[in-house]
């Protein structure tokens, strides 16, 4: 029993008087609910620890009671599928349990204890195990293999072994001793702290893209596979929509989706559309590879700040096993706004806006998670992470915006004005930018052909220039251009309405192959060169678009299914047939 009570509570922040059993981000158990807690600052008289649960009920002199470790997520099979608070409490197993949606201090465990799993063990009695090795795997769903591995801390060599067989996460399969005699039981899951990132054996280069099937990313700022990327909008520009996209269609083999501080019908929505969602490959729903953690902005503050650790731990731990992995986060914002309600309760000198001086280094701490890394196991993976940035008026300028953009390599800058008008995505083409392009380019030369970068570019210039013109035009008016400037304001118009936009409602647009984004931009250029080759015959703008060419093309993302790609090649004839008929 511990002696160890409560002194004062203040939200979420509750402090214990001379206690010395404590150690910093110790777990703790808070009163009589024992409510989940976290050491977060020690002195000589006071323990300061932030509770993950609210503290309505709360009462000085209830007791608090150390475990001796950090705060840890569960990781085993029956993550995937799941949907959890944000320190790993099943949302769906706790409203089974006491019917509300969650209630304090319940003592649920994260992963399902009784499920069987058909267990295949994959090492045998006198093998010498490292950390990190896979002594186990199941079907964890049909899509994804789970494979049990060594605690990275640990290595010894295998004394027992059970059969294969059904196994539920806590039975014993196998049993290993260390250099020093002692014995290990393994089970199908571990512990770690959420706040230590899981060791590998080195970080790879960058080289291969997260094809996302969105043009104006993979096209003009794509991102990597264990990149980085923010999303910073203003209310309503589409950065849910966006994260939603890359969630259903990036080619990442499982999707981790934290909801931090958001709508929970978001959340919902998610849930919804990826159950109906169904992967072409293996015919069954996209749930089967994503976990959602939700910390919706009904839910206590505090465990928003663990969400994203939470988040991008079980997000390291499939890496572990292989796969690549992309987690969503939506909003960092929220989150950044969880860390200064918190640092204003503990008094702590506030920095730009209130927010703590810890801001930079808690979201570069976070962003640093992403890499592509080859394991301790001698597999390669990846996490890449894309988080979602909300300022306030969509000013750029406020301090989770400023830093965000420090600690990541991709910025997706959403534009007011271009959601107003309905342009979506609402991605601004001027002040975006990916820093992955030339880590990418080998892959794109062998795999979709080396045109796409060259495509890229042509198309990034013509951008450019029409935006030069468009200063000229606001000043004077579009009338004293001449034509082959109205012919680079009119093919950039192409670009943006017939290739940058994309609508995440159609059935065909939802998602595009990077071949058909290749072969879009060739049809858009192909127009641009004949076009201007007609002019430079003497040949007059306006007669050049009176051939309706112009609308042909814009149009050609909806015409051309994406089974039927071929069909882009029946732009160019078509556009040399119009262009000789110009009288
Ligand atoms: N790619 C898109 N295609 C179609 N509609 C979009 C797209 N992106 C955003 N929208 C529209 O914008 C609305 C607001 O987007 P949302 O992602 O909720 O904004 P935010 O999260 O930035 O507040 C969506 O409900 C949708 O109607
Ligand atoms: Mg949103």
New binding site residues.
């Given amino acids: 029993m511990s002696e160890n009570v409560i002194y004062s509570i203040n939200g979420p922040v509750v402090t214990v008087k001379d206690a010395t059993d404590f150690s910093m981000l110790e777990m703790v158990y808070v009163g009589n609910k024992k409510l989940i807690g976290e050491v977060i600052s020690i002195t000589s008289h006071a323990t300061t620890i932030q509770v993950y649960e609210t503290t309505t009920g709360l009462k000085p002199g209830e007791p608090v009671y150390g475990t001796g470790q950090p705060i840890s997520a569960t990781l085993g099979p029956g993550i995937l599928r799941n949907i959890f608070d944000g320190i790993e409490r099943p949302l769906q197993e706790i409203a089974n349990e006491s019917g509300a949606f969650i209630p304090t201090g319940s003592n649920v465990s994260s992963l399902d204890e009784t499920a069987l799993w058909d267990v295949t063990l994959k090492v045998k009695v006198g093998d010498e195990i490292q950390g990190g090795d896979i002594y186990a795997t199941c079907p964890e769903t049909p899509l994804i293999e789970h494979r049990c591995m060594l605690l990275p801390t640990l290595s010894g060599k295998v004394i027992e072994v059970k059969p294969d067989g059904q196994y539920t996460i806590n039975d014993v399969i196998c049993k290993i001793e260390d250099e020093k005699g002692e014995v290990h039981e393994l089970t199908l899951c571990q512990k770690w702290p959420i706040k230590d990132p899981r060791p590998v054996k080195e970080r790879l280069p960058i080289s291969i893209p997260l094809v996302t099937g969105?043009r104006v990313i993979d096209t003009l700022f794509p991102i990597a596979k264990g990149g980085t990327a923010a999303?910073p909008?203003?209310?309503?520009?589409?950065?849910?929509?966006?994260?939603?996209?890359l969630a259903k269609w990036c080619d990442a083999d499982i999707i981790v989706y934290v909801g931090c501080g958001?709508r929970g019908n978001?959340m919902t929505q998610v849930l919804e559309e990826f159950s109906e969602l169904i992967d072409p490959k293996s015919n069954r729903p996209l749930t089967d590879r994503t976990v959602l953690i939700a910390n919706t902005s009904n839910m206590p503050v505090a465990a928003r700040e663990a969400s994203i650790y939470t988040g991008v731990t079980l997000a390291e731990y499939y890496r572990d096993m292989g796969y690549h992995v992309a987690i969503m986060a939506?909003?960092t914002s929220r989150w950044a706004e969880a860390l200064r309600e918190i640092s204003g309760r503990l008094e702590e000198m506030p920095a730009e806006e209130g927010f703590p001086a810890y801001l930079p280094s808690r979201l570069s701490q976070f962003y640093e998670r992403a890499g592509y890394m080859e394991n301790l196991n001698g597999s390669t993976g990846s996490v890449s992470i894309i988080g979602?940035v909300?300022p306030q008026g969509s000013d750029f300028s406020e301090p989770v915006t400023q830093n965000t953009k420090r600690f990541v390599r991709c910025f997706w800058a959403?534009d007011k004005s271009l959601?107003y008008a309905?342009h979506?995505?609402?991605i601004n083409w001027n002040e975006s930018y990916s820093e992955y392009v030339t880590d990418l380019a080998k892959w794109y030369e062998k795999n979709v052909g080396d045109q796409f970068l060259k495509d890229r570019q042509e198309l990034q210039a013509l951008l450019a220039e029409e935006t030069k013109l468009m200063e000229i035009v606001k000043l004077i008016g579009s009338d004293v251009l001449p034509d082959d400037q109205k012919l680079i304001i009119e093919i950039s118009r192409i670009i943006r309405v017939g290739y940058l936009?994309?609508?995440?409602?159609?059935k065909d647009d939802?998602y595009v192959p990077l071949v058909k984004q290749m072969k879009m931009m060739e049809v858009i250029l192909y127009l641009y060169h004949q076009a201007r080759s007609a002019l430079s015959e003497g040949k007059s703008i306006s007669s050049v678009l009176e051939t309706g060419l112009f609308d042909k093309v814009v149009k050609m993302k909806y015409d051309v299914p994406n089974d039927h790609i071929e069909m882009l090649d029946e732009y160019m004839p078509m556009i040399d047939d119009a262009i000789a008929h110009i009288q």
């Avoid at 936009?501 to 159609?506: G, I, L, P």
């Fill in positions: 969105q999303i909008g203003g209310f309503g520009t589409g950065k849910t929509m966006t994260q939603h996209q958001e978001e939506d909003s979602a909300s959403l959601a309905r979506y995505y609402a936009q994309q609508n995440a409602f159609h939802t």
